[in-house]
Every structure is written in structure tokens, then in C-alpha cells.
T-cell receptor, first 115, second 113 residues
Framework: AQSVTQLGSHVSVSEGALVLLRCNYS??????LFWYVQYPNQGLQLLLKYTTGATLVKGINGFEAEFKKSETSFHLTKPSAHMSDAAEYFCAVSDQSGATNKLIFGTGTLLAVQP | DVKVTQSSRYLVKRTGEKVFLECVQD?????MFWYRQDPGLGLRLIYF???????EKGDIPEGYSVSREKKERFSLILESASTNQTSMYLC????????????FGSGTRLTVV
């Protein structure tokens, strides 16, 4: 069965600093991987996704993630944090065991950006 | 732009009440999902539906049921609300298997007192 582990429930960075949010997955088949962002009192918004092809995936708002099969990782990065990046971030893997695409989510990482 | 609309942003209900949470989508998507979100637990799947009148249990279906009479509407029902069902409820949709990536509604924060 697929699963996702997000290391660090809270991450704090200074404005302008590198953002690194960690995600490791477990999957018995080639995984489809996702990052979502949730701003306060809102639903989740898709940041980026990896299905096949290039392992470095670029998303919205300057974020990118690299699929590393050997490390079973899909870490999210952004070179320079902005105050508006403060939000909760969720990594997810697709459960491909059935006919319907179900996503299995990690427990989330709350990103704080300090001025 | 695609839209997933959840009828209430905030809801307060009493223990034992029957509660309906509504989700409507305008994208003609086959798949619809209900998740609950709790601090430290992430999102957990309650129920999902892959077609009208079709439903399947997710990971935590106990105490919940669902209804999908029309393609665009997916309702989550709390048969007898309890305080441990106080949570954020999120509806999501997806089109078939080859276009991965959910579209989420804004969520309903339910408090059961």
C-alpha cells in the first residue's frame, strides 16, 4: 500500500531564504506524486505533480520538486521564500490499487516565513 | 475556471443531529471525494464516488454516509453527529484516471457541541 511521510510538521524560514519541505513515499508501483498548498481557511490548491517524464517538476509560485526514485523522495523547494508562502503544505501519492484515482496525503508541514 | 462549491463555510450543530454537507461541482467530473482534515493527521478519506449512485468507503467511513443522486452533487451525511466529528471537511473532484490532481472546495468547518 502507498503511504507518504512528511518530515517536520513545522518549518520556519526567513524571508529570502531557501525553502525545503521534505516528503518521502512508499509505493509498490511507480508513483504519481503531488504537492498541495493550503492557505488559512481555504481548500487545497495543486502546486505541482509528477506522473511520468522529467523528474524535476516546476509548479506555481516558483516552487519545484524533484522525484528521486533511489531515495523514495519528492522534496519541495523554493530558492527564496516570500511572506506570502506562509501556508500549510501537503504531499500526496496516488493510490493506484483501484479503478478510481485516490490520493493519500501526508500529515502536512506548516511553513512560517519570518521577516 | 473550475468550481467546487461547498454550501457552508462554518457550521455548528448539536450532538445527535443529522447533518448534511453539500458539495457541487461544475466540471462534469466523474469522481468526487469527501475528506476530513484534523491537525496532525492530515487529510483522511471518508467516502468517494465514481459515478451517479455509486459510492465506496474510504479509510474512515464510520458514522458517515453519502449520497450522489446527480453527477454534480455529492452529499456527506452525519447520521447522528458526535463531538468527535468536529473537523474541517473538504470535498474534491477528479476527472477519470488520466488527469491526476484533485480540485478542492473551500471546506466546511463543522463544530458539534
Amino acid at each position: 500500500a502507498q503511504s507518504v511521510t512528511q518530515l517536520g510538521s513545522h518549518v520556519s524560514v526567513s524571508e529570502g531564504a531557501l525553502v525545503l519541505l521534505r516528503c518521502n513515499y512508499s509505493s509498490s508501483v511507480p508513483p504519481y506524486l503531488f504537492w498541495y498548498v493550503q492557505y488559512p481557511n481555504q481548500g487545497l490548491q495543486l502546486l505541482l505533480k509528477y506522473t511520468t517524464g522529467a523528474t524535476l517538476v516546476k509548479g506555481i509560485n516558483g516552487f519545484e520538486a524533484e522525484f528521486k526514485k533511489s531515495e523514495t523522495s519528492f522534496h519541495l523547494t523554493k530558492p527564496s521564500a516570500h511572506m506570502s508562502d506562509a501556508a500549510e503544505y501537503f504531499c500526496a501519492v496516488s493510490d493506484q490499487s483501484g479503478a478510481t484515482n485516490k490520493l493519500i496525503f501526508g500529515t502536512g508541514t506548516l511553513l512560517a516565513v519570518q521577516p | 475556471d473550475v468550481k467546487v462549491t461547498q454550501s457552508s463555510r462554518y457550521l455548528v450543530k448539536r450532538t445527535g443531529e443529522k447533518v448534511f454537507l453539500e458539495c457541487v461541482q461544475d466540471m462534469d467530473h466523474e469522481n468526487m471525494f469527501w475528506y476530513r482534515q484534523d491537525p496532525g493527521l492530515g487529510l483522511r478519506l471518508i467516502y468517494f464516488s465514481y459515478d451517479v449512485k455509486m459510492k465506496e468507503k474510504g479509510d474512515i467511513p464510520e458514522g458517515y454516509s453519502v449520497s450522489r443522486e446527480k453527477k454534480e452533487r455529492f452529499s456527506l451525511i452525519l447520521e447522528s453527529a458526535s463531538t468527535n466529528q468536529t473537523s474541517m471537511y473538504l470535498c474534491a473532484t477528479d476527472i477519470l484516471r488520466d488527469d491526476y490532481g484533485y480540485t478542492f472546495g473551500s471546506g466546511t468547518r463543522l463544530t458539534v457541541v
